[in-house]
């Protein structure tokens, strides 16, 4: 079975500075892989997604994040953090439709911003 | 375009009670997925249906859960005899129909608190 792992479960950066998330999965092949981020009391919202193709991926919100086989990540990134930036950020694996098609997500990242 | 509906956005119930979660996916979208978010925690994969067909229900608890997707209506995910372990953020995710189906869209999700 997939897994999705979320190292820090809380960051906090200053507003202005950059910031990357970070995220491993264990699968046996190459899963598609998802960043969504949740604020507080709201659904999920996708930032971006990655199938095939081009490894860095540009997402909404001045998001990217980048695909690296040899180190199973999918490390979401943004060069200058805004204070509304501030919420939760999901990474999930998802498997092709005719593999079952559900989503497995990470714990999850907290990510605070100081002014 | 309205997105992923769900209602009511809170529910509170007594232990033993009844919860009825509704779902009405994006317009065209034709597959629908249930997650259940316990507090502090990332989302987990309840069960994946069509119209008239559950596709994959992997992940629903054995006993009192149960989830439907009428050929008319909203999916309805369905609670019974409710225990305070229940008490959760249950979202709905829906995709258009193959062959984009692999992205799932998330509603703002039903907070269910048992009493």
């Known amino acids: 079975a997939q897994s999705v792992t979320q190292p820090d479960i809380h960051i906090t950066v200053s507003e202005g500075a950059s910031l990357e998330l970070r995220c491993n999965y264990s699968y046996g092949a190459t899963p598609y892989l998802f960043w969504y981020v949740q604020s507080p009391g709201q659904g999920l919202q996708l930032l971006l997604k990655y199938f095939s193709g081009d490894t860095l991926v540009q997402g909404i919100k001045g998001f990217e994040a980048e695909f690296k086989r040899s180190q199973s990540s999918f490390n979401l990134r943004k060069p200058s953090v805004h204070w509304s930036d501030a919420a939760e950020y999901f990474c999930a694996v998802g498997l092709p439709l005719n593999a079952g098609n559900m989503l497995t997500f990470g714990g999850g990242t907290r990510l605070m911003v100081k002014p | 375009n309205a997105g992923v509906m769900q209602n009511p956005r809170h529910l509170v119930r007594r232990r033993g009670q009844e919860a009825r979660l509704r779902c009405s996916p994006m317009?065209?979208?034709?597959?629908v997925y249930w997650y259940r978010q316990l507090p502090e925690e990332g989302l987990k994969f309840m069960v994946y249906l069509q119209k008239e067909n559950i596709i994959d229900e992997s992940g629903m608890p054995k006993e009192r859960f149960s989830a439907e997707f009428p050929k008319e209506g909203p999916s309805i995910l369905r609670i019974q005899q409710v225990v305070r372990g229940d008490s959760a953020a249950y979202f709905c995710a829906s995709s258009p129909p193959t062959p984009a189906a692999d992205t799932q869209y998330f509603g703002p999700g039903t907070r269910l608190t048992v009493l």
């Open positions: 317009k065209g979208h034709s597959h």
